[in-house]
């Protein structure tokens, strides 16, 4: 609905760390400070990948509340 890619296939992410493609329309700065308002962190990729993905953890104590803030706020920021 929002428009996010994962970067790697299932079969090859991991469970703590997923990886998404970095959306035409928005950089890593913009997907990051606007996240940041909302009280997540995002990782940009590493090396030559900076500018082609960006990651979310998925650790901790984390309920449906958290999950629904989230995905709020991803929506929110991939709408602007």
Known sequence: ??????FLEKDAS???LTAY???VELDYTAIH???KRSGFDKY?????LEKEMFRQ???GDITRYDIGRL???IE???KR
């Open 57 to 59: 953890t998925n650790m």
């Open 33 to 35: 400070d606007g996240l």
């Open 76 to 78: 929110t920021v991939f």
């Open 1 to 6: 609905r929002i428009g996010d890619e994962p």
């Open 21 to 23: 493609r970095m959306p």
């Open 14 to 16: 991991s469970c703590v």
């Open 71 to 73: 995905l709020a706020a």
């Open 44 to 48: 940009a990729g590493q090396g030559g």
